[in-house]
């Protein structure tokens, strides 16, 4: 298990991957975000998309699943206060192979027993092209809080 003081400022994770189906991004999509280019094949080739894609919102799930797998199993964590900056790039469509990375930008102590590390959290595709990107905030457990 990692504590706030054994990630170093700079620090990188890969986070794996993801393969994006079309019915994923319909059933998603009928329930959370049902715009017309999100869960209608017809209406999404006549759009400025010129065919299906996944809702942002989609998207930015199947990131945190990768996250939390890959990252929450070795570190102290203890949730986050938020973001400070999202971003969808471009479009993820179907059959997309999405890699997510992490990359620790800040770090100072925070109340509770606790350190906040600010990071910057992307998304590529399979051409290496980012779809997502944001500025998360993680809170990690300090060592002598244990």
């Known amino acids: 298990m990692q504590y706030f003081e054994d990630i170093p400022i700079g620090q990188k994770f890969e986070l794996g991957s993801v393969t994006v189906t079309e019915d994923e991004i319909i059933r998603f999509a009928r329930e959370f975000d049902p ?3 999100h869960i209608d094949k017809d209406a999404a080739r006549n759009s400025m998309f010129g065919g299906l894609i996944a809702s942002g919102w989609h998207t930015n799930a199947l990131y945190m699943k990768l996250f939390v797998t890959t990252m929450m199993e070795q570190f102290a964590g203890r949730g986050s206060p938020g973001v400070d900056m999202l971003r969808w790039k471009r479009p993820v469509r179907p059959g997309d192979v999405l890699y997510g990375e992490f990359e620790v930008l800040e770090k100072k102590p925070y109340r509770g027993g606790m350190g906040l590390i600010r990071a910057a959290n ?3 595709n399979q ?5 997502m ?6 809170l990690i457990a300090r060592r002598e809080s244990r």
């Open 35 to 37: 715009q017309p280019f």
């Open 122 to 124: 992307r998304f590529l």
């Open 127 to 131: 051409d290496g092209k980012e779809v």
């Open 133 to 138: 990107h944001f500025i998360g905030l993680m």
